[in-house]
């Protein structure tokens, strides 16, 4: 079967699961006790139907979409309540937001507010300060911006085409640049970017334009006051299994007092950028454990055992695939 006959046959079960209320109560009370821990990036004030980037809409959809019964909670709440071997509340619910971008300021947080929902924000400090760009966005950035269609470039061994004529070839073409960056050492990753930026002679602003910026301290201080969660996402967001020791040490430990110190609250847990299993070795886990992070989570999986890798789950603007994730079935399909 083709991957999109595959897709299309589990999009047919899904909706007749989602749809059959009895095989939902079912379904979430067989999994209430384990936690639906949601993972977001980027939000749009714009009603966009599909896509990572969530709409307000169906941001809100799905804020609707909570039982009554459930109990939303942070991240570090429900660890806190794990570390002491007290009872999880069943039907838990954490949302979850990396990076640290603005759009959760202005689009997700006042609906969070609206709702009396809490979250946790893991932000990127380097970010937040104004100091960086994300590296994924500096790519995004250059490929929008450049005159220059179908320029070569050398990638590690390969000669490549950097094709940006069109929506969908400046998509392809930073997968590409994206996966090769994501696999090499940090230096060499660097040097790539400075060179697809040279190649395709585009001029980076040294601080993010509105469309890739971060929200700014104030705001994280008036989240925290406000029940928001401010997690640690490392300074840079670097690929962690790329980076020398020596700053790996400092990309996990300094957001701890940075964090604290801007908002005056100590950051307790931790997000891997990333978040690839690969990215998650034992010298990282060691460092994370020692310094005082309480629990972290990554990307995806599914054990619930071990609070430094704890699973979650990706939201995008699939409805039908939140009720998927928020019932529970993602959970007993993979028991
Ligand atoms: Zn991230």
Known sequence: MTNNKKHNKKQLIKKILCRTPGILRYVAYRTRHLPRIFMYHRFTPENVPNGHVVSALNFEWQLRQLPRHCNVMTLAEYIQLRRQNAPVPPYTVIFTIDDGYRDFYDVAYP??????????????????????????????????????????????????????????????????????????????????????????????????????????????????????????????????????????????????????????????????????????????????????????VQGSGIDFSNLYRLPRFGVTNDRLDFLWKLSGFEQMLWK
């Open 111 to 296: 609906l969070l507010r609206t709702y009396r929902y809490p979250a946790t924000f893991f932000a990127t400090t380097a970010f937040v300060e104004g100091d960086i760009w994300l590296w994924p966005d500096r790519l995004h950035y250059v490929l929008e911006q450049t005159q220059l269609f179908g320029e070569e470039l050398t990638l590690g061994n390969e000669t490549v085409r950097l094709l940006a004529a069109t929506a969908e070839q400046k998509g392809a073409t930073w997968q590409l640049l994206s996966d090769y960056c994501i696999n090499v050492p940090d230096d060499e990753k660097w040097r790539v970017i400075k060179h697809v930026e040279d190649c395709l002679q585009v001029g980076v602003p040294d601080t993010p334009t509105f469309e890739f910026a971060a929200a700014s301290w104030e705001q994280l201080r008036e989240m925290v006051a406000n029940g928001i969660e401010v997690g640690g996402h490392t300074v840079t967001h670097p690929v962690l299994s790329r980076l020398e020791p020596a700053n790996l040490y400092d990309e996990l430990v300094r957001p701890k007092t940075i964090i604290e110190e801007k908002t005056g609250k100590a950051p307790e847990t931790f997000c891997y950028p990333n978040g690839r299993d690969a990215d998650i070795t034992s010298r990282v886990l060691e460092i994370v454990k020692a310094n005082g992070w309480m629990g972290a």
